[in-house]
């Protein structure tokens, strides 16, 4: 059975920094793309960054360019989304994914997900 486990999502100022996990199990392969995604309510599902389980490429929204580090530890089926410098506009549901596929920050695109963590920035 496939699982995606968000966790690491809490309250915190703006410009402080987080780092979320996502904990994977039942994948039978091991190409595939894990993707960080948000949502505000109200609002479309936003990629965020993803990242290449056996190759370790990786692809960021232009919103969190050089504040957002994505990163994968194959060994503990683990992907992290470190995230630095917040602000408020960062506050949302976050929600990693997986897809069989290439990167694409499309959420349609992904077939598996699991089921967020909250994360608050406040100012």
């Known amino acids: 059975e496939v699982q995606l486990v968000e966790s690491g999502g809490r309250l915190v100022q703006a410009g402080g920094s987080l780092r979320l996990s996502c904990q994977m199990s039942?994948?039978?392969?091991?190409?595939?793309?894990i993707g960080w995604f948000r949502q505000v309510p109200g609002k479309e599902r936003e990629g965020v960054s993803c990242?290449?389980?056996?190759?370790?490429?990786?692809y960021y929204a232009d919103s969190v360019k050089g504040r957002f580090t994505i990163s994968r530890d194959n060994a503990k089926n683990t992907v992290y989304l470190q995230m630095n410098s917040l602000t408020p506009a960062d506050t949302a549901v976050y929600y990693c994914?997986?897809?069989?596929?290439?990167?694409?920050?499309?959420?349609?695109?992904?077939?598996?997900w699991g089921q967020g963590t909250q994360v608050t920035v406040s100012s």
């Open positions: 990242i290449n389980r056996r190759a370790g490429t990786t």
């Open positions: 994914a997986v897809r069989y596929g290439d990167l694409d920050l499309r959420p349609f695109l992904y077939d598996y």
């Open positions: 039942g994948f039978t392969f091991d190409e595939y793309a």
